[in-house]
């Protein structure tokens, strides 16, 4: 090796070694500080959700209030790194990487109900749950996340992932896993291989585009490439929000061989038959295939989408999201409710990073409400996709409302495939979400 590429190497290194500080301290995006001093309430402020978004809300408002009362409902006591499935469901991590406790990380002074809600009643301030109990509050923070409607395609269920050839990287680790295992076999054995994205909004935009890549990449480290024939579904004709990204992309998958097919959902699976129906430009089309990774479309969940509280008209109201302001994250119709996380009606933002982006937006608003002051923080769009090439490298991917790039580091060109994108994704970024969750950035 020559002295020019030790010393090129060498500053790479103490490069990455900044940005893994850089990572852990205040994750992707820009550090938002706590209040300098606590705001004394004695209001009861109840929590949706102990997803990401909830999780940090309640971190960040038990530290920041003093006499709040503060309640969380959520009946899930396991938390899932949901950044991570898609390394789990290509093999690259272990499901137990992504498991942890809700316990963990909800601070002791914050009331956990241990229940779902069902029913939303914003005139009356109150909400229900699946036991019967009707929890009233001051302030209302919605943060219930997303659900899969696998409904929506006939033929399809969860039970399905990890049997005759179906892949679904979403939702928790066992579909991860069970992909894993279909995934395993078909880069093993080849054969025609389907990747689909469904219209409308979902959670993490890049995964399936990932799962698609570093399946090829699968394929290609085995030997099998030249053994599989690879199809990308799209149901419009773009790939990727972001402009410079989508025109990559559009040139990136074909390059390595997938068929892409444009204006096109899936709407049937025959799992006996592994047929596939889509509806095209041209009409309804079958498709026989040894493996498919299907998306299902994404919707808020029953209780939110059936509430007042989801949007009424507009894009958002078909998938039933919280109908906010965009910027200051505070409900359009009920002034004491604000929203964070996958089940916002905002057009951009269903990922981790516009969680880390949005909840400190959230809290300070209500908390300025609480006050009788101006909701004055505004959330800019801010979302960010460590969009995986294939094992080894990644591209960091940041972006606004604008659609505009809006990089942390300098130094990490976002259209160029990188090994630091990689490491930040396998090794960092982890630290960073745990790090949110507590309220710490």
């Not at 914003?122 to 696998?150: C, K, S």
């Not at 964070?340 to 905002?346: E, H, I, S």
């Not at 972006?399 to 495939?417: A, E």
Request: aromatic letters at 8%; glycine letters at 10%; a positive charge.
């Amino acid at each position: 090796m020559t002295d020019k590429k030790i010393n090129n190497g060498r500053r790479s290194f103490i490069k990455l070694m900044a940005v893994g500080a850089g990572v852990t301290a205040t994750g992707i995006g820009a550090l938002t500080p706590y209040r300098a001093e606590a705001i004394t309430t004695n209001a009861h402020i109840v929590i949706v959700g102990a997803g990401a978004a909830g999780v940090s809300m309640a971190n960040r408002l038990a530290r920041e209030t003093k006499g709040a009362r503060i309640t969380i409902i959520d009946r899930r006591e396991l938390h899932t790194y949901q950044p991570g499935l898609t390394l789990v469901a290509t093999g690259i991590w272990k499901p137990t990487k992504v498991v942890d406790s809700n316990a963990h990380y909800i601070p002791n002074k914050v009331n956990w109900i241990k229940e779902t809600v069902t029913e939303f009643n914003p005139e009356g301030n109150e909400v229900v749950t699946d036991t019967g109990q009707r929890v009233a509050y001051d302030y209302l923070m919605v943060a219930t996340g997303l659900e899969l409607n696998f409904e929506a395609i006939e033929g399809m269920h969860a039970g399905l992932i990890g049997k005759h050839g179906i892949a679904c990287v979403y939702d928790n680790p066992e579909n991860a896993m069970n992909s894993w295992n279909v995934i395993s076999q078909f880069t093993d054995e080849g054969g025609v291989g389907i990747f689909t994205r469904p219209p409308g909004a979902i959670k993490c935009a890049g995964a399936p585009l990932k799962i698609a890549m570093l399946t090829e990449h699968q394929l290609r480290t085995k030997g099998n490439r030249e053994r599989a024939q690879l199809t990308y579904t799209a149901p419009a004709t773009g790939l990727f929000s972001q402009p410079d990204v989508n025109e990559f992309l559009k040139s990136h998958l074909p390059e390595r061989g997938f068929n892409m097919h444009w204006n096109s959902r899936l709407t049937a699976i025959d799992a006996q038959a592994k047929r596939a129906t889509f509806q095209t430009a041209e009409g309804m089309q079958q498709v026989e295939y040894d493996f498919i990774h299907v998306v299902p479309p994404m919707r808020a969940p029953d209780a939110l989408r059936n509430s007042m509280l989801a949007a009424q008209a507009g894009s958002f109201a078909s998938g039933g999201w919280l109908e906010v302001n965009k910027h200051s994250l505070q409900h359009a119709r009920f002034s004491n409710v604000f929203g964070a996380g996958d089940c916002v009606g905002t057009p951009i933002g269903k990922t981790a990073a516009s969680v880390k982006a949005q909840v400190p937006v959230a809290v300070h608003n209500l908390l300025q409400v609480i006050q009788g002051k101006a909701a004055d923080a505004a959330y800019n769009g801010y979302t960010s996709c460590p969009l995986v090439t294939e094992k080894g490298e990644a591209m960091l991917v940041e972006f606004d409302y604008d659609l505009k790039m809006v990089p942390s580091f300098g130094f990490i060109n976002p259209l160029q495939r990188h090994w630091v994108p990689w490491v930040m994704k396998d090794y960092m970024l982890q630290g960073a979400y745990n790090a949110m969750l507590r309220g710490r950035v």
